[in-house]
């Protein structure tokens, strides 16, 4: 457990992803060839997660991540390492990006821990702050799929959520303070019964887990499903807000938000990096909501780093923390 004292309020924190080291590609690389085992696939990738780890200290994170530089896809990584599944052909996401979408082939098993290893690792490296333990929600994995042995997308997305219960019990068992399932996909079908069925999987992913329980959803029409997505069994729900010129926020207040947020103020589309002052006046916006209280709002990207260049990656996030700071300073939280 991490003995690290969190800011009373606006404790900054990352989505993710960060900009992949060499080493951490050439490792993927290696291992898609057969030329090196799982075990040593993870020793590999150990320096650049190191890497990671080192620039948000540097830049003054209170919640870190291991950067998911092990992670080619955040569906194909899992997809790789449970049992049922079987390699896709390359399909375009958006703009000129494409991924091998994998098959279910067959029914779903867990094999063993995917991304423990590389999360215990930047855990012993992060000074005892705490490391969100971070994996690709059932709902995401199956609608980024083709389905070949369920016939029924429910049946498959709550078996999916059993099996990635067992991820979630060994970081539990490990002591993961903060435990975060990524569903993007949802925010691309914002209607209410695939709301309903991510809450369902999000049940079951969850019960009786004592660590921090997040989700992460980014862009798309979140508003059209906020009343259901409020009832999701989590502490905290973590929104991308820069991107779209913070839209949820009156809807936010519309519907009573009362849980904890992740307010995305980095937009991670954009080389461009905002400064101290532009991001002071957006953490700004949520508390002048008032909708809840400093102490429950974290500030963050919007979503991972991976697709910035790292210098640009830095500099955002140092400038995010000193905003934090300003704000923290300025309402009586130091």
Same mark, same amino acid.
């Given at each position: 457990?991490?003995?690290?004292?969190?800011?009373?309020?606006?404790?900054?924190?990352?989505?993710?992803?960060?900009?992949?080291?060499?080493?951490?590609?050439? =490792?993927?690389?290696?291992?898609?060839?057969?030329?090196?085992?799982?075990?040593?696939?993870?020793?590999? #990738?150990?320096? =650049?997660?190191?890497?990671?780890?080192?620039?948000?200290?540097?830049?003054?994170?209170?919640?870190?991540?291991?950067?998911? !530089?092990?992670?080619?896809?955040?569906?194909?990584?899992?997809?790789?390492?449970?049992?049922g599944y079987d390699r896709g052909d390359w399909v375009l996401v958006f703009d000129n990006v494409y991924f091998?979408?994998?098959?279910?082939?067959?029914?779903?098993?867990?094999?063993?821990?995917?991304?423990?290893?590389?999360?215990?690792?930047? #855990?012993?490296?992060?000074r005892n702050r705490p490391v969100k333990a971070i994996f690709t929600g059932p709902y995401t994995m199956v609608?980024?799929?083709?389905?070949?042995?369920?016939?029924?997308?429910?049946?498959?997305?709550?078996?999916?959520?059993?099996?990635?219960?067992?991820?979630?019990? /060994?970081?539990?068992?490990?002591?993961?303070?903060?435990?975060?399932?990524? /569903?993007?996909?949802?925010?691309?079908?914002?209607?209410?019964?695939?709301?309903?069925?991510?809450? /369902?999987?999000?049940?079951?992913?969850?019960?009786?887990?004592? =660590?921090?329980?997040?989700?992460?959803?980014?862009?798309?029409?979140?508003?059209?499903?906020?009343?259901?997505?409020?009832?999701?069994?989590?502490? !905290?729900?973590?929104?991308?807000?820069?991107?779209?010129?913070?839209?949820?926020?009156?809807?936010?207040?519309?519907?009573?938000?009362?849980?904890?947020?992740?307010?995305?103020?980095?937009?991670?589309?954009?080389?461009?990096?905002?400064?101290?002052?532009?991001? /002071?006046?957006?953490?700004?916006?949520?508390?002048?909501?008032d909708i809840v209280g400093p102490e429950k709002i974290y500030v963050d990207p919007d979503c991972g780093l991976?697709?910035?260049?790292?210098?640009?990656?830095?500099?955002?996030?140092?400038?995010?923390? =000193?905003?934090?700071?300003?704000?923290?300073?300025?309402?009586?939280?130091?």
């Amino acid at each position: 457990m991490s003995d690290y004292t969190l800011p009373r309020a606006f404790a900054t924190t990352v989505v993710g992803s960060y900009p992949r080291m060499k080493i951490a590609e050439e =490792a993927i690389r290696r291992r898609k060839a057969g030329e090196i085992s799982e075990e040593e696939f993870h020793e590999i #990738v150990k320096p =650049a997660i190191r890497e990671v780890v080192s620039d948000y200290l540097w830049a003054g994170i209170d919640i870190l991540s291991d950067g998911e !530089q092990s992670r080619e896809d955040m569906v194909v990584y899992f997809a790789e390492r449970i049992e049922g599944y079987d390699r896709g052909d390359w399909v375009l996401v958006f703009d000129n990006v494409y991924f091998r979408k994998p098959i279910v082939k067959s029914k779903l098993r867990y094999i063993g821990p995917m991304a423990v290893m590389d999360w215990e690792y930047a #855990v012993s490296l992060a000074r005892n702050r705490p490391v969100k333990a971070i994996f690709t929600g059932p709902y995401t994995m199956v609608d980024w799929s083709f389905d070949l042995a369920y016939g029924d997308k429910r049946e498959l997305v709550l078996d999916m959520a059993r099996v990635l219960r067992r991820e979630v019990e /060994e970081f539990a068992k490990r002591g993961a303070q903060f435990i975060q399932v990524d /569903e993007p996909a949802l925010s691309t079908k914002p209607i209410r019964e695939e709301a309903e069925l991510v809450k /369902e999987a999000l049940e079951i992913l969850f019960r009786g887990i004592e =660590a921090k329980k997040i989700v992460h959803i980014c862009f798309g029409r979140i508003e059209k499903i906020l009343p259901y997505i409020l009832d999701f069994p989590v502490d !905290q729900i973590d929104l991308e807000m820069k991107n779209s010129s913070f839209r949820l926020i009156p809807f936010l207040k519309e519907y009573s938000y009362s849980k904890e947020i992740g307010f995305g103020v980095i937009d991670v589309h954009s080389t461009r990096v905002e400064s101290v002052d532009e991001i /002071e006046q957006d953490i700004k916006r949520i508390v002048d909501a008032d909708i809840v209280g400093p102490e429950k709002i974290y500030v963050d990207p919007d979503c991972g780093l991976k697709r910035l260049p790292r210098e640009i990656a830095r500099a955002k996030l140092k400038n995010m923390v =000193a905003a934090a700071r300003r704000v923290r300073a300025e309402l009586g939280y130091e």
